[in-house]
């Protein structure tokens, strides 16, 4: 399997990427090609202890898409970026799978301009495996469809399912619609629009509105809603998150000696908390919907957090997600129109 | 000061909110009047030491709005309800000001019709103090209003505003507007209509959008948004962290002997937090807009969450809040006409 990566405009530059993505050729024994800046590229990858070899390729792209610009318009404009040329060789089937971590705007337009659409598909979503009591929920969308129309919930739902079922692997997957009451008749009209037409789809197992507090308590294995309300829900909680462990720690250092002592003691069974919740973990989000295996990373990876992308990106190509989707989708299509 | 107390309809029947408020009398010496079914209300204040007199009076009322009834036809048709009764006690004058824990949506609705908006406010929002790493922030709409316009927007910042300096203490606050990227060209159609509106409003202190990670980080001391929006944030937020602190819990109760005697060490530390997280503490949301000062608390709230609601109740009334957002918004409002 050989999988491309954008190594280009992250946080940290492409040296944890490369590393990344060296630690997954290692772990994982597939391919990957590197695209970037060649010389950048080949200097970490010798540093990392790879020549480029049959495992290890390096691509050249002169140029980066940068978070602040306008995506499509920066896509057509900028033919050498390396999300460019790294969605033309997805699309011309080069590769098997696509990971990027630089602007997602940007992955998002190039996935849409670069690769396409699923037939029948309105909008591609960006699914995200959101850490909760027992595992992992899938949220989506976490911010590819903004202003969603009722029927690109549906298209989420049934998207959602497959990741959760195929991904997540919790099966049979419970959808719940994010809204502000449990009653069908509660939320805005997009929500309420959106469960009248989630309540008659056959492809998903729809279990009603469920609401803020319920995300993280896997009352829904799916949890579907609006690109805003998703992408606010993403980076509000690992605001939160960050915001807790900060007081704890600043708790301690204003207490005495005992609480130090303690929370020495505590570190251990901590440590598996820590992971679970640690977003280098989860590896990546997935953009459903495009006619390839496409892969989106937090731009402000660390290598940990690539390999894990990989990893998930592998899942994404064995287990056949997009073919799973063309016919799921083209289902549904069918049953509306009937 | 003369406080109106509803206090039927909510998760833990009665018992809790006759509890608070006579605490409430004890510790801020106003006088409160219960509202409710009479029998009960007399029984609960004899047994908390109290006999009916004149800082603690009961106002028989035979009905109540349930959580899932519609708030609206609710209001027309229980007219012997408690918060209905309540407000029309508010709308004579015949008190201050009024708390209410119990449907959030009969609370809104008997404000509406029965109390009023003030001259010039389209609609009322619920203004919600939120822990943040420094102290609390005011979120709101908190769920008011959903489907909001832009101009729903630019009140909610004014009445905010307003609730921020005189009662959260923060003064000159800074307005966030709740989005999902900084420029202003990002968001959602509502979003930036709203941004747009903002950008111009001289009453108020608008620094730009901020992202769903920097609410509880202090970016902003106002964070604007629809009550959509915002009512997924905030059970959301409390539902992640009663996540974290459960998985915590057991993380420690898997872990070895060291770990436990670590918890139990670092607890004394922790109690602050925790304080500082507990919605019991945060002393209720304003429902501002309102012709009179107008209280909503948490359904599920315990005696010290009512006794704080009318702590803020009171600085809510001393510190004339209402007079001040009515001139406020006939300042905004002539400033738009002209």
Chains 1, 2 share one sequence.
Do not use: W
Request: hydrophobic residues 45%; aromatic residues 4%.
């Amino acid at each position: 399997m050989k999988i491309v990566v954008d190594c280009m405009g992250t946080d940290y530059g492409p040296k944890e990427i490369v590393l990344g993505a060296v630690d997954a050729v290692k772990k994982y024994g597939c391919e990957v090609v590197l695209v970037g800046e060649e010389k950048t590229l080949t200097d970490l990858v010798k540093q990392y202890g790879y020549a480029s070899n049959e495992k290890v390729t390096i691509k050249n792209a002169t140029q980066v898409i940068e978070m602040h610009e306008h995506p499509a318009l920066a896509f057509r404009q900028k033919k050498d970026a390396s999300i460019v040329v790294a969605s033309k060789m997805l699309k011309a089937g080069e590769v098997d799978a696509l990971v990027s971590s630089g602007s997602t705007g940007a992955a998002v337009a190039s996935a849409l301009f670069g690769v396409g659409r699923i037939k029948g598909v309105d909008k591609p979503v960006i699914a995200l495996p959101m850490p909760s009591v027992k595992g992992h929920v899938a949220l989506l969308d976490a911010g590819g469809v903004v202003d969603a129309k009722p029927e690109n919930f549906v298209q989420a739902a049934i998207m959602g399912s497959i990741y959760a079922d195929k991904i997540l692997k919790l099966h049979n997957p419970k959808v719940g619609l994010l809204n502000i009451g449990e009653e069908e008749t509660k939320g805005n009209e997009q929500a309420k629009a959106a469960h009248a037409l989630l309540k008659n789809e056959k492809n998903i197992n729809f279990i009603g509105n469920i609401e803020g507090r319920d995300i993280n308590h896997d009352v829904a294995d799916v949890v579907v809603c609006d690109g805003f309300v998703g992408n606010v829900v993403l980076k509000f909680g690992e605001g939160l998150a960050k915001a807790i462990f900060q007081l704890i720690k600043e708790s301690i250092e204003k207490a005495g000696f005992l609480a130090k002592i303690g929370a020495y003691l505590m570190k251990p069974a901590l440590a598996g908390l820590k992971k679970h919740v640690d977003p280098n973990e989860a590896g990546g989000c997935l953009l459903l919907g495009i006619k390839a295996p496409f892969v989106i990373c937090h731009g402000n990876s660390k290598a940990k957090a690539i390999t894990n992308a990989i990893g998930t990106t592998i899942e994404f190509v064995k287990e056949d997600v997009v073919n799973i989707i063309q016919e799921k989708i083209a289902e549904s299509n069918k049953g509306n129109e009937e």
